[in-house]
Nanobody
Framework: QVQLVESGGGSVQAGGSLRLSCEYT?????MGWSRQVPGKEREGVAR???????YYGDFVKGRFTISRDGAKNTLYLQMNSLQPEDGAMYYC???????????WGPGTQVTVSS
């Protein structure tokens, strides 16, 4: 069982930045971030596979960077140039396969005002 705890969410103005952190108890083949707004499906934001292969959602467009510090058991998501449509609950995720859905954190809220 992998436990995940996110932090770093908050409210920013459009164009601002936030860095999300996710502390985990054990690493998995896939670790990443997803987000969800009410009434919509959860969507993948960024993932790291096998510690080195990285995937970003099309909407990221070079604005976000995912990274991991193995020594601290922490996953990060640096988000720059935030837009109102980036506002969502952001979840840390881990999985034994590429779908990265076996474990979830409780989420951290990101709000972006125009």
């Amino acid at each position: 069982q992998v436990q995940l705890v996110e932090s770093g969410g908050g409210s920013v103005q459009a164009g601002g930045s936030l860095r999300l952190s996710c502390e985990y108890t054990a690493s998995s083949y896939c670790m990443g971030w997803s987000r969800q707004v009410p009434g919509k499906e959860r969507e993948g934001v960024a993932r790291i596979y096998n510690g080195r292969n990285i995937y970003y959602g099309d909407f990221v467009k070079g604005r976000f960077t995912i990274s991991r510090d193995g020594a601290k058991n922490t996953l990060y998501l640096q988000m720059n140039s935030l837009q109102p449509e980036d506002g969502a609950m952001y979840y840390c995720a881990a999985g034994r396969t590429s779908n990265c859905r076996d474990y979830w954190g409780p989420g951290t809220q990101v709000t972006v005002s125009s």
